[in-house]
């Protein structure tokens, strides 16, 4: 039973004189007065209430246990009334992120956020597998997909991530440029383990088409892909906001292929909507706020 619940009821009991009068202020039944006022006696280990059919009285151990109520009633509106008007976020965020999103995503933002909240401190739990939000205490998870296995949890999406083809222009000039998707099958490709089209590479949006893929390097790290891709072991399929740098650089070349890779949704997931601590609400706020500022991301809801 709801203790909270059951101090409130005793408190009117004691001020208003009768169970009924309760039961109607609070729109429920005697028996249910009556229920949290055993739960209390039993709790407490001490007769609380006397009473018969036609009214009641308040022991001792009642009159001092009423008391007991008042207090710790005041001290929960306090409380309440603190966390409500405050608007200085404070306590430890635990964001979890795959390793290279962090580095050449998250990053700026992040930083940008913790100047704008400096009571926040962030821990970041930085892993390419998906992590369990609930069981290691995860405020909000990144993630390449919306799919959740816990109903408890909400995933929200806040931006596309385009992804590309890119392989060194070594590679390229001793393998030659696929000018097709069908090609792909014939080249050396670098392939994303934990992604859902690890092995199928998929292509175009409303009407999409696979191509099956293979190659010397299978890895759970989008980053060692990248470092393969230019060491020149073959094509990789990343997110463009990875290999920015390198593009600009000219160490690793972007091949255009019709239609395009298709697109991931970034999502934000998190434990439910109710009672969503302050921290977690201003960080997926300044995430939607700032989706135009991460490499390579488009917003979600332009």
Known sequence: ????????????????????????????SNAVISKYVK???????????????RRISITE?????????????ASTDQVLDVMAQDDNASGQLVVACPVS???????????RFQKAYPGLTVRLRLSDEITDVISEGVDVALRGTGTLTDSSLVATAIGHMDRCLVASP??????????????LSDHQCLIFSLSQDSLQWEFGNDSRRSVPVS?????????????????????ALVPKGYVLPELEAGTLT???????????????????????????????????AHTGELAGLRPANP
């Open 215 to 235: 190659g010397p390097l299978i890895a759970d790290s989008s980053q060692m892909l990248v470092e393969g891709a230019k060491a020149g072991l073959g094509i």
């Open 61 to 73: 151990e009642g009159q001092s246990f009423y008391d007991y109520c008042v207090n710790v009633l």
């Open 254 to 288: 972007e091949i255009h292929l019709r239609p395009q890779p298709t697109p991931r949704t970034l999502y934000v997931v998190y434990p439910g909507r109710q009672h969503m601590p302050k921290r977690t609400r201003l960080f997926i706020d300044f995430l939607k």
């Open 101 to 111: 999103m962090s580095v050449k995503i998250l990053a700026p933002v992040l930083f």
């Open 39 to 53: 739960y209390l006696e039993d709790w407490t280990g001490a007769r609380l209430v006397n009473r018969n059919t």
């Open 1 to 28: 039973m709801d203790r909270l619940k059951g101090l409130e009821y005793y408190k009117r009991i004691v001020e208003l004189g009768s169970f009924t009068a309760v039961a109607e202020e609070f729109d429920c």
């Open 170 to 183: 070594d590679y390229l000039e001793a393998q030659g440029v696929p000018d097709r998707i069908e090609a």
